[in-house]
Nanobody
Framework: VQLQASGGGLVQPGGSLRLSCAAS????????MSWYRQAPGKQRDMVAD???????SYADSVKGRFAISRDNAKNWVALQMNSLKPEDTAVYYC??????????WGQGTLVTVSS
């Protein structure tokens, strides 16, 4: 499975960005699609997750500001990020988990929130 993420960039505090990630290759069997982020000097943490059945979960720090969505037919996942804060600055990675447990990562896209 190959993952191609896009949509990162520089945004002012309070602004919005939308990240997208498209999966290709051996996509049969994708279960959860997720977004993680890693700030400089910190570990990579889960931001949002959506299963093939539509169940979603969010990190507490982004609840009410971020929204994850997916298109199962197109094997695509998006992350709408609103009310961005400087602490949201990080490299954002998409990840898929297959029904049998294997995981695949995208290359990461940088989001910088700064005035």
């Amino acid at each position: 499975v190959q993952l191609q993420a896009s949509g990162g960039g520089l945004v002012q505090p309070g602004g919005s960005l939308r990240l997208s990630c498209a999966a290709s290759g051996s996509v049969f069997g994708i279960d959860a699609m997720s977004w993680y982020r890693q700030a400089p000097g910190k570990q990579r943490d889960m931001v949002a997750d959506i299963t093939s059945g539509g169940s979603v979960s969010y990190a507490d720090s982004v609840k009410g500001r971020f929204a994850i969505s997916r298109d199962n037919a197109k094997n695509w996942v998006a992350l709408q990020m609103n009310s961005l804060k400087p602490e949201d600055t990080a490299v954002y990675y998409c990840r898929v988990r297959m029904h049998w447990g294997s995981t695949y990562w995208g290359q990461g896209t940088l989001v910088t929130v700064s005035s």
